[in-house]
């Protein structure tokens, strides 16, 4: 389903679904809740999907904090 679509079914735009898959901002409790309506899933299920999309985001910042530490000793 297209971003777009979705954003429809769940009353958003397909900017702001972008926005929330890239990790550029994370929903408020009130969409979370408006998705598990729309989709028929426990907002628990919702929760911790987007609990493992922040863990990941969180693995990839401290991988990209380790590259530049490890430029900025060799720089040093």
């Keep these: 389903m297209s971003q777009k ?3 429809i079914k769940v009353g958003l735009s397909g ?3 972008s926005a ?3 990790g ?3 929903p408020s409790l009130k969409v979370l809740e408006r998705i598990s309506e729309t989709y028929d899933v426990s ?3 919702v ?3 987007k609990r493992i999309v922040l863990i990941k985001q969180l693995d990839l910042l401290k991988k990209l ?3 530049i530490e490890d430029l900025l000793k060799r720089r040093g």
């Design 43 to 45: 907002f628990v299920q």
């Design 47 to 49: 929760k911790s999907e």
């Design 5 to 7: 679509r979705f954003g």
């Design 24 to 26: 550029k901002c994370v």
């Design 15 to 17: 900017k702001t679904i």
């Design 65 to 67: 904090v380790g590259n």
């Design 20 to 22: 929330y898959e890239n």
